[in-house]
Nanobody
Framework: VQLQACGGGLVQAGGSLRLSCGAS????????MGWFRQAAGKERAFVGG????????YYADSVKGRFIISRDNAKNTVLLQMNSLKPEDTGVYYC???????????????WGQGTLVTVSS
């Protein structure tokens, strides 16, 4: 499956962005989906994940209450709505797909190319 993330950009602190992840080659409904981010000089970190049906979502503590992950299996798309953005949210955001667990990067078999989010103070 090929994943394509988009929607990144430059935003001021307190603003919002919505990232989108589209897929080709396979339906996403059979896959657990996640978003990860990597800040400069740091390891890739889990941001949020969603179950195959969309009925369960999981978030890193740092984004709880601010970010919302959702999916539209009919459109083969996963979204990450990011609100109340902070400078520490800056990084390259990756969407990923897993047939296994949700919260651990090592469990994900498929990765998109990443989209850069920059939050200015």
């Amino acid at each position: 499956v090929q994943l394509q993330a988009c929607g990144g950009g430059l935003v001021q602190a307190g603003g919002s962005l919505r990232l989108s992840c589209g897929a080709s080659g396979r339906t996403l409904s059979s896959l657990r989906m996640g978003w990860f981010r990597q800040a400069a000089g740091k390891e890739r970190a889990f941001v949020g994940g969603i179950s195959r049906s969309g009925g369960s979502t999981y978030y890193a503590d740092s984004v709880k209450g601010r970010f919302i992950i959702s999916r539209d299996n009919a459109k083969n798309t996963v979204l990450l709505q990011m609100n109340s953005l902070k400078p520490e949210d800056t990084g390259v955001y990756y969407c990923a797909a897993s047939t296994r667990a949700i919260m651990y990067a090592a469990e994900y078999e498929y990765w998109g190319q990443g989209t850069l989010v920059t939050v200015s103070s």
